[in-house]
């Protein structure tokens, strides 16, 4: 059990403003986890001037860049060596199968820093640029300045560390709020963050739902908002900051497609949308969860998907052979088996799963890996986020009808392609608009820039972009010459 009476504000642990507190639940069977105080208004109050200060003061903001990367690194050698806590911490939190907790979630935020680390060293921070007036413009990159990073439950580390690296490489102070269903890992890593020796006032966190959440997102004294969640919650963030000319950024929803071409291997394929699509108990936002499939090929692909999912192994996500677990929380149960319930009264064929639920699991909030084919990109199961192991198979004529289908969505997170020639995969890619796109896997890559088109975000998180995000350009012009000379 862990139990924690402090919030991390400001740098300390310290004693909350109120005393609701936040029940961690397993989702496996429902028992309570930890607990950690809620945080309220007065905590935001608190944690932002704790920021505010230590920005102006330069605490942090005007270290040497060496000195702040030397910081990170001793975080990044301190995560490394609690990675396996990580990875349990976040499996009893929201039910990630641990063997995808220990290779994927665990280690993706340590590969985050790890890379933006080796990205920051080619940042030039300050340049001088010869001016049209024949004087050396001197060009800035200057931190950002306060930074509430809102973060969703599921990979949350990861999410969390593709904010957290670049805005304190930055030299931005920073207010982390996780969500309300995983706040146990975050405070681990605020430990870290303690013990690396990032100075006072730089990092808070604070766990709260999401009234707190949105006084943080206005609050005056924060300067950029970086997010990361749903749609609909995106939308609100930015209409705040809109109204206050903030900066923001914004890593939403995404209901990706996995377009299978007729010469594809369909063995190599599938075992690959096993990851793709339904890893993470498919809570992924970059789940490729529409697949489409030719017609020359549809029975075909629908039975060696069919097959696949029949064999997950659903149960215990502590369990090393468990492929499937629990999702979050029972309203996204709910969610999920409204979805599935929705997809049958649109017509769309239930090939297997349903609504019932897993022998042996009633207690926790399981929902049994469901396909659907006979899917029209139009049903509101092709076109909504379902966030769970529920995949559509949606039959297509020619590659160009494929194209299109996958671009007819509100969405434009991810998306692949599953083929024997690489190149035809490469000139699709270029089709699709999708921030990510991948040939034959569901990879994407530290190095490069990650977010979505259209309803899937604004912004770009990784790569050098990803650093630029917490960046404000300045330009300093040096005392003209004298008008006579
Ligand atoms: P959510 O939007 O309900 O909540 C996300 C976080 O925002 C939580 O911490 C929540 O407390 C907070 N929040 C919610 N409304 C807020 C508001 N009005 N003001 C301030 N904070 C607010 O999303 P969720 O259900 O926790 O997460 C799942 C969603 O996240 C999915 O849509 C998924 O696709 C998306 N997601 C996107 C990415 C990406 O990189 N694009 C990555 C992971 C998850």
Redesign the pocket.
Known sequence: MHIYKELFIGGRWTAPSGNDTIDVISPHNQEIIGQVPSATEADVDAAVSAARSSFDAGVWSRKPVGERLATLLRLHELYERRVDEFAELQTGEMGAPITFSKTVTSVSPLFTLGTFLDVAKNMQWEELRPGVSGLDIIVRREPVGVVAA??????QQF?LMTKLAPALIAGCSIII????ETPLDTNLLADLIREAGVPDGVVSVLP???EV??Y??SHPGVDKVS???????GR??ASICGQQLKRFSL????KSAAIILDDADLESTVAGLKFASLANNGQM?VAQTRILAPQTRYAEVVDAIGEMMSSLVVGDPFDPATEVGPLVAQRQQDRVNGYIRLGQEEGARLVMGGTDTIAGQERGWYVQPTLFADVRNNMRIARE?I?GPVLSVIPYGDEEEAVNLANDSEYG?SGSVWTADNDRGVDIGRRVRTGTFSVNSGMMDLKAP???FKS??IGR?LGIEGLHSYIEYKSITPTPAPLDE
């Not at 709020?177 to 309300?180: G, L, Q, T």
């Not at 997010?227 to 919650?233: I, L, V």
């Not at 890593?251 to 995404?254: Q, V």
């Open positions: 809102i973060v969703p439950w599921n990979a999410t709020k996780p969500a309300p709260a739902g999401r959440g949105e943080l997102v997010f990361t969640g749903s749609t609909a919650a609100k963030i890593e939403l929803g995404g936002c986020e966030f997170l990650f977010g979505g899937s975000g998180e």
